[in-house]
């Protein structure tokens, strides 16, 4: 059978060929800017797609997940929540890696000539290849061989694209946390077992030197940095942006807070854990939105209505969906409350500016509520209206940089301004071109002192 996935490619390939042939201005738009995708061989990225169907399916085995190779649908964003709606979709975050490459693909500036280009992007499936290891028990002491066969390919099919500036120019998409894929290769004699859901992809030496783009990145995130995780509004043209983001300025909010997240009280004393002990006290001032075991996963309804409802959105450091509620609740202008300095500041640099943080979000240190006694509803209660009106905008200005607009979408929107998968090119290049000139300079110790790449110029 032929690959469905490839065959919906297929035009978009060729186009994008045309393109970069029409495209040597005087003025050259492109300068700086050419990527080369690397052609892979499909076991790489398109066949990964098929775990969808067999041993390893994507969906989570929750009742509101959809089939699981339904989540391949619109390029990986997946089905739309409803037949009429036209921005909202049961994205499946792991599916980034296709959707992303889709997104190059339609980009200006490709380079088919990989002497040509300043960065080159590896459409590798990098999330979809490590399921095996992650779901088949009998695989878990293999994981640290996941990339070893894209390795081993890169350093023998042409190798002078990789070898030019030593894999400094190289970038890739991973939809998961550095941290699941940043364990240490060799298990010493008597240690641990590898900790499951883990592989070793980052710390293989033969990617040292790539950008890795991950939805959460570690704390002193050398090869990797941190973007959006794909909500579920992806508007193909401005007019829909702009309906939505009026819709949520507009909306009545009469509940103080929200928490989307995990409901079940973890056993030691924790953020989270004040959390529901105060919401349950405050069922007046508090919602909270059941979230455990996937149920929002596909279900963008169920807290997005409350989250336009809600004032501020709770924002605890911890599992997935709880940092994906980040994204969802700038979308709602429900503006969010951080506990933990690292838990968004430090991570999503390119989108968010860490200097505008103060100006779209609110800052409580944890310890001060779990040990100190705050309570987080009086906390909020005392930031004046006209304060949380100013928040609540500026959040809605951030919403169109986090947010992954729809493939194909109309020329008005793309102008209007950068998405997150813009900005994270923008900023992948921003980091090649420092490294490439120090390479160029030859002082390669350079690269490693080159401090915040999430300044825009
Ligand atoms: C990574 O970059 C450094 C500095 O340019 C280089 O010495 C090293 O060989 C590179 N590593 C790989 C695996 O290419
Ligand atoms: C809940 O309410 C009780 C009774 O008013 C109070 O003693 C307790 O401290 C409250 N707990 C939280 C977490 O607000």
Known sequence: MPNPVLLLLLPVLLHAVAAVSSEDSAEDPCAGRRIHIRALPPRFNTHLLRHCDAAFPLADPSASAPPSCASLANHGLGPRTHPRSRSWYRTDARLLEPFFHRRILERRCLAADPALADAVFVPYYASLDALPYLLDPALLDSSASHGASLAEFLAHDRPQILSRRHGHDHFLVLAGSAWDHSQPPELEKGQQPRMWGSTSLIRRPEFENFTVLALESRTWPWQEHAIPHPTSFHPSSLRRLQAWLDRARRSRRPVLMLFAGGVSRPSRPNIRGSILAECANRTDACVVVDCSAGKCAHDPVRYTRPMLRSRFCLEPPGDTPTRRSTFDAILAGCVPVFFEDAAA?????????????????????????????????????????????????????????????????????????????????????????????????????????????????
């Not at 100190?372 to 500026?394: K, Q």
């Not at 979408?409 to 998405?419: F, I, Q, V, Y």
């Open 345 to 457: 500041r430090r991570q999503y640099g390119w989108h968010l500016p860490p200097a505008r943080y103060d100006e779209f979000s609110v800052y409580i240190q944890k310890e001060t509520v779990v040990l100190g006694g705050v309570r987080i509803a009086e906390t909020l209660a005392a930031v004046p209206e006209a304060e949380v009106r100013r928040m609540r905008e500026r959040a809605l200005e951030m919403a169109p940089r986090v947010m992954y607009r729809r493939h194909g979408s109309t020329a008005e929107l793309r102008r209007a301004g950068m998405d997150a998968v813009d900005l994270a090119v923008e900023g992948t290049l921003r980091r090649i071109r420092g490294r490439t000139r120090a390479l160029e300079d030859g002082q390669p110790e350079r690269i490693y002192a080159l401090e915040d790449d999430s300044i825009e110029p």
